[in-house]
């Protein structure tokens, strides 16, 4: 049985493989966080400006000032 030598270039391709795989999932998988997260962005805002809305209506404060 004759042991077979890894060699530098055997580790840089099988890296440079790895790695070309990882970054292109990672870059789908990018372009869907973004657009989730600003969809989810937008729906907080609304559901904060609604919920602010609602609040505003419930409690009036009327304010008198008289000049003396």
Do not use: P
Request: glycine share 8%; proline share 0%.
């Amino acid at each position: 049985m004759a042991q077979q030598r890894i060699t530098r270039a055997d580790l840089e391709a099988k890296f440079r493989e790895t790695q070309d795989g990882l970054q292109g999932k990672l870059h789908d998988k990018k372009q869907t966080l973004v657009t989730l997260a600003t969809v989810g962005g937008i729906v907080l805002l609304l559901l904060f400006f609604m919920l602010g809305k609602r609040s505003g209506k419930k409690k009036t404060t009327f304010v008198e000032i008289r000049r003396v």
